[in-house]
């Protein structure tokens, strides 16, 4: 594996899963192959468990880990090519890269959307200009359009918590007070459809995501109708795609509330964390035996092991 950015960059899911699957088992098992390799991992935005958990993923594979909060401590990145860099950029996004690949054996990059340009958050510049001009494997930590990491971590979960083989995952829209980016939806829906399983999208209208992720899939307005049945609940907001960036805090009676789930097939719920309680999902529901929340985030140090065990191993 060369990158990590997409599921494009898997070439079977099943036996990546099963990968997951021996190294949650035995995770200290391939600890020789990460020796006197470096992973650098670099943030344009918080996080919490992409931090630590891909910290920890690398540390169980013996790798060193150099962790930059790259927009705060690091020069202001120019991203074009060929500007007279007179302004506010400081360091050209070429020799950044070309740099960090001569000290790293692994580069992870995050970078969330803009949510003001959408034909730039959606060439997804930041990732690919690194993918460009290192010379090294490139894993996404959330670019402004994906989020792969998490997305092979929630089919991991779920799959160790199904019961049945026709098992309905439902993918909600949630109500928030900001703006956030597509990309944990957009990977979502991107890694499920390539499972068994049937998945079901609804949002309210004006919240459709892109069709270039949700052609053939279907979509429904009615939260209520779609929740029907449904074995896991994975809610999630985003803002608006078609009016890009739109916040829709009004559809408050999208919130997941213990009422909702009673629809469901006893369903578990997801979610990705960062959460606002009582607003995406209330009390308790997140704090059911249903709730799958901790358990995702789990998962995440083993998904990030894996795909990083797969880079090395693929190196050799
Ligand atoms: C990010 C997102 O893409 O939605 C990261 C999720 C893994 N979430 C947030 O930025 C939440 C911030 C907030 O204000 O709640």
Not at 194 to 203: G, R
């Amino acid at each position: 594996m060369k990158k990590f950015t997409s599921i494009n960059d898997v070439e079977n899911l099943n036996e990546l899963i099963a990968l997951s699957e021996k190294v949650k088992q035995a995770p200290f098992d391939f600890k020789s192959i990460g020796r006197n390799k470096t992973i650098g991992l670099l943030f344009f935005n918080s996080s919490l468990r992409t931090r630590l958990s891909t910290q920890k993923a690398a540390t169980n594979l013996g790798m060193t880990v150099m962790v930059m909060n790259i927009n705060n401590d690091g020069w202001s990145l120019e991203l074009e090519d060929g500007t007279r860099m007179n302004a506010d950029t400081q360091e050209h996004i070429k020799e950044a890269a070309g740099v960090i690949s001569q000290y790293c054996d692994v580069i992870g990059v995050r970078s969330f959307a803009s949510l003001k340009d959408r034909i730039g958050d959606y060439e997804d510049e930041i990732i690919n200009k690194f993918i460009k001009y290192t010379t090294v494997p490139v894993i996404s930590l959330e670019s402004a359009i994906l989020h792969p990491l998490q997305s092979l971590a929630d089919v991991i979960t779920i799959n160790e918590n199904k019961t049945n083989n026709k098992t309905k995952v439902v993918l909600t829209w949630a109500p928030h007070p900001k703006a956030l980016p597509q990309a944990v939806a957009n990977s979502f829906v991107e890694w499920v459809r390539e499972t068994e399983m049937e998945l079901i999208i609804t949002n309210p209208k004006g919240f459709d995501l892109a069709t270039r992720f949700t052609d053939g899939i279907k979509v429904m307005h009615d939260q209520d109708i779609a929740l029907k049945e449904a074995d896991f609940v994975y809610a999630k907001n985003w803002s608006s795609y078609d009016d890009y960036g739109r916040i829709g805090i009004e559809f408050d009676d999208w919130t997941i509330t213990e009422e909702k789930m009673k629809l469901t097939n006893n369903g578990k719920f997801m979610h990705c964390l960062p959460v606002r309680r009582n607003v995406v999902v209330s009390d308790e529901v997140i704090d059911s035996t249903n709730s799958l929340v901790l358990e995702q985030a789990n998962n995440r140090t083993y998904a990030a092991q894996t795909v990083l065990l797969k880079m090395l191993q693929d190196e050799k």
